[in-house]
C-alpha cells in the first residue's frame, strides 16, 4: 500500500486532530451546534491546513538553510494568520451568512493549535519529507478535523429534541459525546496494514 494512503488514513481516522490528539477542541465544541457552520468551518480547515503544509514546508527548508530553525514556530504562525485574512476576506464577499455564522471563531483558526500542529508535524514527523506528503498530511488531518465536527454537529443536533437530564443539558452533554466519540476514535488504532 502507497505511504500516503497511510497518511490519508492516519490522518482522518487513527491519528485525528480532535479526537486522538486532542488539538483544536475550541473550535470543535464552539463551532458544532449546526451541520452547516460545522461544514463551513472545516472546509476552511482543511484549505488552510493543507496550504499551510505547502508553504510550511518550502519556508522550513529555507530555515535550515539560513540555520534559523528557531523562528520556526513564529514563522508558521504568520504564515497561518495570513491565510486566515485571505479565507476570512473571502468568506465575507462570496458567503455573508456562513461568515456571520462562524463568528469569532474563523479568526480563531489562527490560534488553532490543530492548524499549527500539522504544520510542525509536517517538518518533523513524516518519515519522507516531501512536499507532497505534507500537502497529504495536511489535507487528510483536515478532512478528519471536519469529520470530527461533522458528526459532533449531527449529534448535538438530535440532542436539541431529546429528553436530557436538566443537570446535562447543554455544555455537559457536550463535553460526554466528545468523550464518547474520542473513545469511539481510539478503536481506529488498531488498525494495521
Given amino acids: 500500500m502507497p505511504y500516503w494512503l497511510y497518511l490519508v488514513i492516519g490522518g482522518i481516522f487513527i491519528n485525528n486532530f480532535v479526537l486522538s490528539r486532542f488539538l ?11 451541520t452547516e457552520t460545522a461544514l463551513g468551518m472545516g472546509l ?7 496550504m499551510t503544509s505547502i508553504i510550511t514546508f518550502g519556508l522550513n527548508l529555507l530555515l535550515k538553510e539560513l540555520n534559523i530553525e528557531y523562528l520556526q514556530t513564529i514563522v508558521f504562525i504568520l504564515v497561518i494568520a495570513a491565510l486566515i485574512q485571505l479565507i476570512e476576506i473571502v468568506i465575507k464577499r462570496f458567503a455573508p451568512s456562513l461568515y456571520t455564522s462562524l463568528g469569532v471563531y474563523l479568526p480563531l483558526i489562527t490560534t488553532n493549535c490543530a492548524v ?4 510542525i508535524m509536517n517538518v518533523t514527523e513524516l518519515a519522507t519529507q516531501n512536499i507532497f506528503t505534507s500537502f497529504v ?4 488531518s483536515g478532512i478528519g478535523f471536519t469529520l470530527a465536527l461533522l458528526i459532533m ?15 446535562f443539558k447543554g455544555f455537559p452533554i457536550t463535553l460526554i ?12 488504532a488498531g488498525l494495521s496494514f
Fill in 44 to 50: 476552511a480547515v482543511i484549505f488552510v491546513m493543507g
Fill in 153 to 167: 454537529a449531527g449529534i448535538r443536533e438530535k440532542l436539541e429534541y431529546s429528553e436530557i437530564p436538566e443537570r
Fill in 116 to 119: 499549527l500542529g500539522v504544520a
Fill in 137 to 140: 498530511n495536511g489535507i487528510s
Fill in 24 to 34: 483544536g477542541i475550541c473550535p470543535f465544541l464552539g463551532v458544532s451546534k449546526k
Fill in 177 to 188: 459525546t466528545a468523550s464518547i466519540m474520542a473513545m469511539a476514535f481510539t478503536a481506529f
